[in-house]
């Protein structure tokens, strides 16, 4: 099964699905090892590897070479965070033509303007595309698509943008007939009160994906009974591992050895074992020659 395919059955799943986050082809190959059944491309994930703002400093070319060691690394579907789509409509098909070729499931879109400001950052206001142009967007990547069952997600912010349920059901709404087979409905609220408002007027059959960062305390049983159809898990693989890093630097900064470290990061061997060393030594021994004789072209 094409892993565009995998995408679209855990969207309609009739329970509760989930993805992980990863920011690389390693954290990825992690992810897939782990038992998740599908991948979300952070782009607060894949930025801040890169060592830049969550703001489009990184191009989509550049989140592209790193979508395609993702999707070299690993058979489950992989959900790209696309931000707005990188520009209009004409950016966004575009994009959709590049992640089909590298074999990645799906991206989701955000309506708010280019270039994008994270959600969860509170520097002001954060303004919304119009939905007319949205929708537009969301019919040219449709139309685009080769692949029946690639996913494009509408991610509706109206919740962050500070509008109330009228907006965001209005926009959720517009999207789903433009097109989008599912509705990302986000929310920054400490608690689940804004997607529970949502999903009990909430009448369509699309699915539904929420992002609970900032609610995380709410059982995920909760969710279930609202009637979500797949949770992300946004960003903690990328979280998890600074910590771990700045812990590490720290100790051997002080320390001046490794004594104390040694034993608690993974040996040498994982390293080796996650980059797949071993099949490499099977094909080595398939398809080099035995032994290697210089040719002697003067006889």
């Known amino acids: 099964m094409n892993k565009s395919t995998q995408l679209k059955r855990i969207f309609q799943s009739q329970g509760t699905e989930y993805l992980m986050e990863a920011h690389n082809g390693l954290s990825a190959r992690i992810v897939e090892e782990a038992g998740f059944k599908g991948i979300w491309a952070s782009g607060l994930s894949i930025s801040s590897s890169m060592g830049v703002r969550d703001s489009n400093e990184a191009s989509w070319t550049q989140v592209l070479d790193v979508l395609e060691f993702m999707s070299d690394a690993t058979k489950i579907p992989i959900l790209l965070d696309g931000d707005t789509g990188y520009g209009n409509f004409n950016n966004a098909r575009r994009l959709v033509k590049k992640l089909e070729q590298r074999n ?26 119009n939905i007319d142009e949205f929708c537009g967007k969301i019919k040219a990547m449709k139309d685009t698509q080769n ?12 919740f962050i943008a500070g509008f109330g349920l009228e907006e965001t059901l209005l926009r959720a709404e517009a999207y789903e007939r433009a097109g989008a087979d599912a509705i990302l409905v986000h929310s920054k609220k400490s608690n689940a009160s804004e997607i529970q408002s949502f999903m009990n007027e909430w009448k369509s059959r699309t699915p539904i994906i929420i992002v609970p960062t900032k609610y995380y305390s709410t059982p995920t049983s909760l969710f279930k009974e609202m009637g979500i159809s797949t949770i992300i898990w946004a960003n903690h693989n990328l979280r998890a591992s600074i910590d771990a890093m700045q812990t590490i630097s720290q100790t051997i900064f002080q320390d001046e050895n490794l004594f104390a470290v040694e034993d608690t990061v993974a040996t040498v061997e994982e390293v080796f074992r996650l980059q797949q060393v071993g099949e490499l030594t099977i094909a080595e021994a398939k398809y080099l020659p035995k032994s290697h004789k210089v040719r002697d072209d003067s006889l």
Do not use: H, M, W, Y
């Open 104 to 129: 990645i499931a799906g991206v989701c879109i955000e309506d708010k303007l280019f270039p994008k400001t994270n959600s969860f950052i509170n520097n002001g206001p954060q303004p919304l595309a």
């Open 147 to 158: 692949d029946d069952d690639f996913v494009v997600v509408a991610r509706v912010e109206a």
